[in-house]
Structures are given as structure tokens and as C-alpha cells.
């Protein structure tokens, strides 16, 4: 067969090329995980960035200065979802996710040039955070796109493998992507020359991703019902923008509601894959490129997760794979995290990574598709956007947190076990509270 039947807002079923939805999956797919990997780069030069940009005599505020910074980007994530997801409703997804995926590439390797605090004093960490901010609205704009044209473009019954694929999908070769960097740098600039040079060449390759998004996404065609709904508004004027229909009326409660497991997931993910790199090199004490090997079999791990949790959604419902994920990650991750500060084997390092990594990523790759069938196309973007960008923005925070809260790198695993739980029982309250969606995408 040369189509796939895509069901259309309001309408009946209607052909969508293959060809039209591959387009559609790659670009969600590496969209996302282009944002992503330039996230990851500050993550995998933490410590680094930590002592020359917020040097303390303190080693865990330095770091919790640093996963600070990365708090503030993800705090201006909703600012973007909603001047990118309303032009994305508004004027399609296409274009919202080009201008975005290229803004946030630039913005990360402009951190590459920033004078350090030993060059310029002060000034150095305010330039830093200021750079921070430009990049987090960019990056919420990434989320409005692909986190929509995506599930837009594949079959019903394909929406949960899709959600899974974009989601966790993305972050697994998004984290791919960063751990070869990160590998390549630290043999290029080995010891004390990557303090010096080689976390600005970290940063430089935040340009690969925008040559690579603009290359992927300027011949990608519009979602089949978003150009199904722009038919439909040319009969009839839309009362409201999306942004004023979301803060009214039932879908502000939608919205609150939703970030129960967007809070969850979110956190679950920061407290998971991205404190890896640190837990190897401040608990571990591992060199950089054992490092590096071991968090690309974590990304690989994330990737089969996330497709897996995915699928299984589309199977027994989202909610009750919510329900499952969120009890094993309170049983689990605080027993990985324990377990892996207590041992020095390297092979039992690897597993408990491994096993740390699958349970983090699973926990949100339903909820992507989740959100799509919470909102509507008509506010779909904005919807999922702010619903996802919010909550993982508060998510994001609680690496800082697990930092604050531990008086030295020793006390990490027990914060770690202890913030991850909390977080969990959250994402098991709003499991119980939310519908099942399943089969409710319109």
C-alpha cells in the first residue's frame, strides 16, 4: 500500500502518504533529539563548568549552581511553548519547529565562547544564566513541534510506539549523540586540557544541530489535521487563540491536572539519566571515557525503554502503564541507586546504569501521546507544549535539590533515592486522577 489512514479532525478517514509519514516520524524523532543533545552537553561538563563559572570551596554548590543553570532554561521552556505552540497552532508545525531546532544549536555553541569568571569576574556567571534564558525559550519552542506533527502523521494504533520513539527516543540518541562528543573531546583534550578547551568544543558542536535541523525539516510537509483544521477554520472563525481557550474554562484544569505526571515524569528523568554523568564521576569516580562508554549503553537502554513503554501503552491503556511504571521506579531506583554507590565493580556499575536508565525514561514515554489526547488540534501544540514544558520544568529543578540537600558527594545516592521516590509518588496521585485517553485523539 502506497497510504496509511490517518483519521481527520472532525472529519472522516483520509489517506496520508508513507512517504509524508516517514518524513513526519524522522523529523519529531531527530528534532527532539537534537534539542536534547544540546541539553545533554551541559550535563556532561557539569563539574567542569561548575569550578569556572561558579567555583565554591563548597564542591556540592558548585554543582548545584550548575544544574541551577540548567533549572533556568527549563523554567523559560513554557514561555517558548507558548509563542512557538501558538504559532505552530496558528500557522503550522513546520515552521516553528525549523526556527526553534536552529535557535537552540546557536544558542549552545555561543556558550563555547563565554569569558570564564577567572577572565572577567562576575559578570562571567550572569552572562552565563542570561544565555541560559535565550536558550530554554528556544528549546520550549522545539517541544511544541515535535511533540505534535509526529503523533499527527501516524496511524492510531501506532500513537504510543510513536510517543515512546519521540519522547525517550529522542532523548536515548540525543544522549547518544552527546556521549560520542563527550568521548571524542575528552580523548582530544585529555586531563586538564579539557578544563581549558575541550568543554568549549563540547559546546561548538551545538552547531551540528542546526545545520543537520534545517537540512531535515525545510522540505517536511504540514500535519494532515492541522491542514485538515485549517479547512475547517476557513468556514467558520475561531472564536479564541489557542492560548486564551487553554487558560479557559475546562482545559485550564486539563492543563493542571496534567502536570501531576508531567511534574513525575519530568523529575524522574533529570534525577535519572541526566545526573548519570555526575553520579559516575563524583560516587563512581570513574575517568571520563569509561564514563563516556557507559552512558552511551545508558542511551541505548533509554532508547529500548522508551519504545517498549511506548507499545505497551497502545496495548493496556496509558493509564494503567503509568500505574505500572510508576510503582516499579519507587521499588527500583532507590535500590539501583544504593546499590550502585556501594559497589567498585565496573560490571555491576554497568547494570545498575543500565537498569537506572530504563526505569527513568520509561516513566514518560506514554505521556507524550497522553498529552496529544488531552487537547484538541486546534490548541494541541500549545497544550502539549505547556503541559510538558512546565512540568518537566519543575522536574528539572530537583537535581539542583538532590545537590542543595547533600553536604557532600557521599550523601548524593541517599538524596538521589529519596527525591526519586517522592517524585514518583506524585506521577501514582495524578495516575489515579487522569482518564484514560486512549483512543481519544480528535
Known amino acids: 500500500m502506497s497510504t496509511s489512514d490517518i483519521p481527520a479532525t472532525g472529519a472522516a478517514a483520509r489517506p496520508v502518504d508513507n512517504k509524508q509519514m516517514m518524513s513526519a516520524i524522522i523529523a519529531s524523532v531527530l528534532g527532539w533529539s537534537l534539542d536534547l543533545f544540546d541539553l545533554f552537553i551541559l550535563l556532561y561538563v557539569a563539574p567542569v563548568v561548575g569550578q569556572l563559572f561558579f567555583p565554591s570551596t563548597h564542591p556540592t554548590w558548585s554543582l548545584a549552581a550548575v544544574y541551577a543553570s540548567f533549572a533556568v532554561t527549563l523554567l523559560m521552556r513554557p514561555i517558548g511553548s507558548a509563542i512557538f505552540g501558538h504559532y505552530a497552532d496558528a500557522h503550522g508545525r513546520k515552521g516553528a519547529m525549523l526556527v526553534a531546532i536552529v535557535g537552540v544549536g546557536f544558542s549552545t555553541a555561543a556558550f563555547g565562547l563565554l569569558p570564564t569568571i577567572h577572565q572577567v569576574g562576575a559578570a562571567a556567571p550572569i552572562i552565563f544564566l542570561a544565555l541560559r534564558l535565550v536558550q530554554g525559550v528556544f528549546v520550549g519552542g522545539v517541544v511544541a513541534s515535535t511533540h505534535t506533527i509526529g503523533t499527527e502523521s501516524v496511524p492510531a494504533n501506532w500513537r504510543g510506539f510513536m ?150 501503552s497502545d496495548v493496556i491503556g496509558r493509564k494503567k502503564t503509568f500505574l505500572i511504571i510508576g510503582v516499579l521506579a519507587i521499588i527500583l531506583l532507590p535500590t539501583f541507586y544504593l546499590g550502585m554507590a556501594r559497589t567498585t565493580d565496573l560490571t555491576s556499575i554497568v547494570l545498575f546504569s543500565l537498569g537506572i536508565a530504563f526505569v527513568g525514561n520509561a516513566g514518560y514515554a506514554p505521556v507524550l501521546i497522553f498529552l496529544n489526547e488531552r487537547f484538541p488540534t486546534a490548541m494541541r501544540a500549545t497544550g502539549t507544549g505547556l503541559s510538558w514544558n512546565i512540568g518537566f520544568a519543575i522536574g528539572g529543578m530537583m537535581p539542583t535539590f538532590v545537590s542543595l540537600a547533600s553536604p557532600t558527594p557521599a550523601d548524593i545516592p541517599l538524596s538521589l533515592s529519596i527525591f526519586a521516590g517522592g517524585v514518583f509518588v506524585l506521577y501514582l496521585i495524578g495516575t489515579l486522577i487522569v482518564p484514560e485517553t486512549k483512543g481519544q485523539f480528535r
Open 163 to 312: 510517543s515512546g520513539l519521540v519522547g525517550g527516543g529522542g532523548a536515548g540518541i540525543g544522549a547518544l549523540l552527546a556521549s560520542i562528543v563527550f568521548l571524542i573531546t575528552s580523548t582530544v583534550f585529555p586531563g586538564e586540557a579539557f578544563a581549558e578547551w575541550g568543554w568549549r568544543f563540547m559546546f561548538f558542536s551545538g552547531l551540528l544541530s542546526s545545520f543537520l535541523g534545517w537540512f531535515i525539516f525545510r522540505n517536511l510537509e504540514e500535519s494532515p489535521f492541522w491542514k485538515e483544521m485549517q479547512k475547517q477554520k476557513a468556514a467558520k472563525k475561531a472564536a479564541k487563540t489557542p492560548l486564551k481557550e487553554l487558560f479557559s474554562g475546562g482545559y485550564r484544569n486539563v492543563l493542571l491536572v496534567n502536570l501531576l505526571i508531567t511534574i513525575g515524569g519530568g523529575a524522574g528523568y533529570y534525577l535519572t539519566s541526566g545526573y548519570m554523568p555526575t553520579f559516575l564521576k563524583l560516587i563512581n569516580q570513574l575517568p571520563n571515557h569509561v564514563s563516556s562508554y557507559i552512558l552511551m549503553a545508558c542511551s541505548v537502554s533509554a532508547f529500548v525503554a522508551a519504545v517498549l513503554v511506548g507499545m505497551l
